[in-house]
């Protein structure tokens, strides 16, 4: 109790998969110096709708998510003339995913006409992981999320998390809008890699402590080498390399925008478009 009102974000059970096992100890991968071991605990990995190239119309509604790896995970591996059959009309609202490890919301492969919306993300390691080949046509709008917990045991690399995981390289399918959306959190928007056809509109988000107040040396939106120049006339292993560990600069190529988000964070805007972020009016900007 806190002046005789319950916690609203009291500490998290102490529970194998939320805070005593390794990330990598369920998901690490062999080709990044993660082979199994006995001591893993692989039977972790797993997640609460999962689904193998079906044609979609998919509607996940009003259930609550607690302590999963994975909520909703999505594969398409349908020939690459047929993959727009599949994993197509999903609609995912008025859930609450609660200690997710990993991703909330994960479309892998190729995914095309997604609705997320009015849904709670809280301590989520990562709510979106949109790491397609293709995809288009995502509208994610008018969710709240908070991180009042981290994850995993003490120095775990895998627990600072962001809200949208990238993927190297992409093709667009069509457009992805994220907008009027609410986060008070920890975790960077996108610390690394790219992504296209991608506009973030009218979004709030506050970087803060579990207590609520703001946050001490917070994650930087854009990643820790936001800073780094863009170089022109880089190759495609080049750029690739350039982009691990910031969000691409390449915004009108890759037709990204930010418009009208308020972000709360000392960089936000003038530092980041100093770096060659455009970002685009910020909310209380003009008129």
Same mark, same amino acid.
Not at 116 to 122: L, T
Not at 161 to 187: A, C, M
Not at 243 to 253: I, L, M, V
């Given at each position: 109790?806190?002046?005789?009102?319950?916690?609203?974000?009291?500490?998290?059970?102490?529970?194998?998969?939320?805070?005593?096992?390794?990330?990598?100890?369920?998901?690490?991968?062999?080709?990044?110096?993660?082979?199994?071991?006995?001591?893993?605990?692989?039977?972790?990995?797993?997640?609460?709708?999962?689904?193998?190239?079906?044609?979609?119309?998919?509607?996940?509604?009003?259930?609550?998510?607690?302590?999963?790896?994975?909520?909703?995970?999505?594969?398409?591996?349908?020939?690459?003339?047929?993959?727009?059959?599949?994993?197509?009309?999903?609609?995912?609202?008025?859930?609450?995913?609660?200690?997710?490890?990993?991703?909330? @919301?994960?479309?892998?492969?190729?995914? %095309? #006409?997604? &609705?997320?919306?009015?849904?709670?993300? *809280?301590?989520?390691?990562?709510? !979106?992981?949109?790491?397609?080949?293709?995809?288009?046509?995502?509208?994610?709008?008018?969710?709240?999320?908070?991180?009042?917990?981290?994850?995993?045991?003490?120095?775990?690399?895998?627990?600072?998390?962001?809200?949208?995981?990238?993927?190297?390289?992409?093709? @667009?399918?069509?457009?992805?809008?994220? %907008? #009027?959306? &609410?986060?008070?959190?920890?975790?960077? *928007?996108?610390?690394?890699?790219? !992504?296209?056809?991608?506009?973030?509109?009218?979004?709030?988000?506050?970087?803060?402590?579990?207590?609520?107040?703001?946050?001490?040396?917070?994650?930087?939106?854009?990643?820790?080498?936001?800073?780094?120049?863009?170089?022109?006339?880089?190759?495609?292993?080049?750029?690739?390399?350039?982009?691990?560990?910031?969000?691409?600069?390449?915004?009108?190529?890759?037709?990204?925008?930010?418009?009208?988000?308020?972000?709360?964070?000392?960089?936000?805007?003038?530092?980041?478009?100093?770096?060659?972020?455009?970002?685009?009016?910020?909310?209380?900007?003009?008129?």
């Amino acid at each position: 109790m806190k002046n005789g009102h319950p916690d609203p974000n009291p500490p998290p059970p102490q529970t194998e998969l939320w805070n005593k096992t390794r990330w990598t100890q369920i998901h690490g991968a062999a080709k990044d110096g993660f082979p199994v071991m006995d001591t893993d605990a692989r039977a972790f990995d797993g997640d609460f709708f999962r689904a193998w190239t079906i044609a979609g119309y998919v509607v996940i509604r009003k259930n609550i998510v607690i302590d999963a790896f994975n909520a909703v995970h999505m594969f398409n591996e349908a020939s690459a003339d047929r993959v727009q059959a599949y994993c197509k009309n999903v609609l995912i609202e008025d859930n609450w995913f609660v200690r997710i490890r990993d991703n909330a @919301v994960e479309p892998e492969n190729d995914a %095309f #006409n997604w &609705t997320v919306r009015h849904n709670k993300f *809280v301590d989520c390691h990562m709510p !979106f992981s949109f790491e397609t080949v293709s995809s288009g046509h995502f509208y994610v709008f008018g969710n709240l999320g908070w991180n009042a917990n981290t994850p995993g045991p003490p120095k775990d690399d895998h627990a600072t998390g962001q809200l949208f995981k990238f993927p190297d390289t992409r093709e @667009v399918s069509g457009p992805h809008y994220v %907008f #009027n959306n &609410t986060w008070l959190t920890r975790i960077a *928007v996108a610390k690394k890699k790219r !992504f296209a056809g991608f506009y973030h509109f009218n979004n709030a988000i506050a970087l803060r402590e579990p207590n609520g107040a703001p946050a001490v040396d917070p994650p930087n939106v854009f990643g820790s080498q936001w800073a780094s120049p863009d170089k022109a006339n880089l190759g495609r292993e080049e750029l690739i390399a350039s982009e691990e560990k910031r969000f691409t600069k390449r915004w009108d190529a890759l037709k990204i925008e930010f418009d009208g988000d308020n972000i709360e964070h000392p960089n936000f805007p003038a530092a980041y478009r100093g770096a060659s972020y455009p970002l685009v009016q910020i909310h209380g900007e003009g008129s």
